[in-house]
């Protein structure tokens, strides 16, 4: 199903520096809490990310990202996701994060 480009315009997408990365134990499927510094704008997120299977969580801190930040806040458990960190799936069901090529700045939207 197409989207028109005024749907597009409503998802609201940003660049992010993982400040934190604790595990999930709770999770269901293997995840880390993510704690996401968007910039002044939108400041501090939290984030459930199942990328366990490429990443550790000491490679993860002060790693840029791309999120989604206007959905709804979902509770996980005991844990409150508050945004949705973006990445492509691969056929084993590891997820490779999307990032910006370059060091910028927390909060820019992407287009």
Same mark, same amino acid.
């Given at each position: 199903?197409?989207?028109?480009?005024?749907?597009f315009?409503?998802? *609201?997408?940003?660049?992010?520096?993982? !400040?934190?990365?604790?595990?999930?134990?709770?999770?269901? +499927?293997?995840?880390?809490? &993510?704690?996401?510094?968007?910039?002044?704008? !939108?400041? /501090?997120? @939290?984030?459930?990310?199942?990328?366990? +299977?490429?990443? $550790? @969580?000491? *490679? &993860?801190?002060?790693? $840029?990202?791309?999120?989604?930040?206007?959905?709804?806040? +979902?509770? /996980?458990? @005991?844990?409150?996701?508050e945004?949705?960190?973006?990445?492509?799936?691969?056929? =084993?069901?590891?997820? !490779?994060?999307?990032?910006?090529?370059? @060091? !910028? =700045?927390?909060? &820019?939207? /992407?287009?």
């Amino acid at each position: 199903m197409d989207l028109t480009w005024n749907e597009f315009e409503r998802t *609201d997408m940003r660049v992010g520096t993982i !400040i934190e990365v604790n595990d999930f134990p709770e999770a269901r +499927k293997p995840a880390y809490q &993510l704690t996401i510094d968007f910039g002044s704008e !939108i400041g /501090i997120r @939290k984030s459930s990310a199942q990328i366990t +299977k490429r990443y $550790q @969580k000491e *490679d &993860l801190v002060n790693r $840029q990202i791309v999120a989604v930040v206007n959905f709804p806040r +979902k509770q /996980i458990g @005991k844990f409150m996701s508050e945004c949705l960190v973006l990445g492509a799936v691969g056929e =084993e069901g590891d997820v !490779i994060l999307l990032a910006p090529d370059f @060091k !910028i =700045e927390n909060g &820019l939207r /992407i287009g």
